[in-house]
């Protein structure tokens, strides 16, 4: 879009709708939540016979007494967390597994993530703190000394614990913390869709149309007066400034219309998102017989002062409004010229909009410009950056705020990185097409792999695209940090762990790429390199 993506990029956890339930917790001031006492008794069925109790301890007891159900032993065996622990009840629930099996089995029968979905939403033993299972019972009651240095003496009805044993337990609620944070992402996720299809099917049943509902998982099918604040963003002078100096980015686009006047001469031109007009008028000055541009943002009445201010006028139209809800001047052109690309390329998914024009205006044998963009990954080395973002929470003003650094890292950086900071060969992680591309490809996954070129500690993957116009005298330009800088600088994604690489070592990964299913236009990528991964919110 003619106007530049500056939001920064953040990292949240979505939360739903119905989250002011949440009111009814209420914290006392220590790490933990209180549970509400429930009036209604509620009755546990036994997993593995037809007995039922009043509470789950008495349950929890039960299982493991006449049916071997240790939770102990199977939290240590598996490293179970309360995710597992969820998919466990589930499972067993859905499958009537017998105890034995699951006791036994070398590794977890129930991982796969439709183990989420409760069989019972009212399960007791989904409400049981998994957390609060203690795997050094199994150790104490199998006969075995307990690991030096992990002490517990128990004196006059108190508890104390060796200085090791302390530590250790404050890194495992450190750890589950961020594993908590990660899952929400994705329990959030799970909510929404579950109420889109609710949302959704009760459309199917009345017969009437919901437009609050999000069908097509695209932004073209966000309500208008949702989306005003993206536009909102693009109404500010300083943005457009930033865009137009950016030299690169605009003379690419100048020299892809004008050098190629031969094709774009006599034509009708679409310029999507046009803000300024700037695209306008150099397809105008091409030759193009008609030129539409059309934006949402306010920007676009000072873009029609400029056209006057031009004399364009005669040759140049300008429509404000979103490209999905608008009838243009003419239903088909011969050239959609556009400025789409985000951090990332895909961030802020204006490429939704690039496509609905292209099936619904772009007339048989017309062009796209661009018409195709890659996006790539690249190892780097600055560990100026990573002390600055990362390394700055081990000593604020002598205080520690490491437990800071998880969210930190999942807020990806945009920023200009040093061609000498890059220390690996590239990785090229998809090309669009964009004459062919769906929607679908905002959500992709990419096996990748990289080579050192130097030995360092490889402290970040930084993601760049490339944009290419195939006409007949060529353009192309890139983001790449070997390639003087542009307004979209790279997207940086912090490694919590600089990793140590020789010069010639081969390092493979995969990134995913998904949308925010309730924000269309952000990203959630994730990264696994080697054993370590690690989710990242573009938003």
């Known amino acids: 879009m003619d106007s530049d993506?500056?939001?920064?990029?953040?990292?949240?956890?979505?939360?739903?709708?119905?989250?002011?339930?949440?009111?009814?917790f209420i914290s006392d001031g220590s790490d933990s939540w209180d549970e509400m006492e429930d009036d209604n008794q509620t009755s546990v069925d036994?997993?593995?016979?037809?007995?039922?109790?009043?509470?789950?301890?008495?349950?929890?007891?039960?299982?493991?007494k006449e049916h071997g159900f240790d939770l102990p032993k199977l939290k240590a065996k598996h490293k179970m967390e309360c995710y597992s622990y969820i998919k466990l009840v589930n499972f067993i629930r859905s499958t009537n597994t017998s105890c034995d099996t699951i006791m036994s089995c070398d590794h977890p029968l129930w991982s796969d993530d439709k183990y989420m979905t409760p069989v019972n939403q009212e399960d007791p033993w989904l409400m049981f703190d998994f957390d609060d299972v203690e795997e050094s019972s199994m150790l104490l009651d199998s006969g075995d000394p307990p690991r030096s240095g992990y002490h517990v003496n128990a004196e006059d009805g108190r508890v104390t614990l060796s200085e090791m044993h302390f530590a250790e337990l404050q890194k495992t609620i450190k750890n589950?913390?961020?594993?908590?944070?990660?899952?929400?992402?994705?329990?959030?996720?799970?909510?929404?869709?579950?109420?889109?299809?609710?949302?959704?099917?009760?459309?199917?049943?009345?017969?009437?149309?919901n437009h609050n509902v999000v069908l097509n998982q695209n932004v073209g099918a966000i309500r208008l007066e949702d989306d005003e604040e993206y536009f909102n963003t693009y109404a500010?002078?300083?943005?457009?400034?930033?865009?137009?100096?950016?030299?690169?980015?605009?003379?690419?686009?100048?020299?892809?219309?004008?050098?190629?006047?031969?094709t774009i001469g006599g034509s009708t031109v679409l310029d999507l998102g046009c803000g300024t007009g700037i695209l306008s008028m150099f397809a105008a000055r091409a030759g193009a017989a008609q030129v539409i541009g059309i934006d949402q943002s306010d920007i676009i009445y000072h873009a029609m002062d400029i056209i006057r201010e031009n004399n364009l006028s005669d040759k140049i139209t300008l429509v404000k409004g979103r490209l999905e809800d608008t009838e243009l001047p003419v239903p088909q052109v011969d050239v959609i010229v556009s400025e789409w690309m985000g951090y990332f390329l895909l961030f802020e998914a204006m490429l939704d909009s690039v496509i609905y024009a292209r099936?619904?205006?772009?007339?048989?044998?017309?062009?796209?410009?661009?018409?195709?963009?890659?996006?790539?990954?690249?190892?780097?080395?600055?560990?100026?950056?990573?002390?600055?973002?990362?390394?700055?929470?081990?000593d604020v003003y002598g205080?520690?705020?490491?437990?800071?650094?998880?969210?930190?890292?999942?807020?990806?950086?945009?920023?200009?990185?040093?061609?000498?900071?890059?220390?690996?060969t590239p990785a090229e992680l998809c090309m669009l097409d964009l004459m062919t591309v769906t929607t679908d490809c905002m959500e992709f996954e990419a096996d990748f792999q990289i080579v050192a070129t130097k030995s360092t500690l490889l402290t970040c993957l930084?993601?760049?695209?490339?944009?290419?116009?195939d006409l007949p005298n060529p353009v192309t330009f890139s983001t790449s940090p070997m390639c003087k800088p542009t307004h979209w600088k790279q997207t940086v994604f912090l490694i919590q762990n600089p990793i140590s690489v020789k010069q010639g070592e081969v390092i493979r990964g995969k990134l995913t790429c998904r949308r925010n299913r309730k924000e269309l236009r952000s990203l959630i990528v994730t990264i696994i390199l080697g054993n370590a991964k690690q989710r990242y919110l573009l938003s």
């Not at 195709?372 to 100026?384: I, M």
């Open 5 to 24: 993506r500056t939001p920064k990029l953040r990292y949240e956890v979505d939360m739903d709708e119905d989250e002011d339930e949440d009111d009814e």
């Open 46 to 64: 036994c997993f593995f016979c037809t007995n039922t109790f009043r509470s789950i301890d008495s349950a929890v007891s039960h299982c493991s």
């Open 176 to 209: 589950l913390n961020s594993q908590i944070k990660e899952k929400d992402e994705v329990i959030s996720q799970l909510v929404a869709d579950m109420q889109r299809m609710k949302a959704t099917l009760g459309e199917v049943m009345v017969g009437e149309s």
């Open 236 to 262: 500010h002078f300083g943005i457009h400034h930033e865009m137009l100096s950016d030299e690169v980015r605009t003379t690419s686009y100048q020299n892809a219309l004008c050098l190629n006047s031969n």
């Open 359 to 394: 099936d619904k205006h772009l007339r048989p044998g017309g062009l796209l410009l661009p018409n195709r963009c890659s996006l790539s990954l690249v190892g780097g080395c600055d560990q100026v950056l990573h002390t600055e973002m990362l390394g700055f929470w081990s």
């Open 399 to 424: 205080f520690k705020m490491s437990s800071l650094r998880g969210d930190v890292v999942r807020e990806p950086q945009t920023c200009v990185v040093s061609p000498d900071n890059v220390a690996t």
């Open 462 to 469: 930084v993601g760049y695209f490339d944009v290419f116009f």
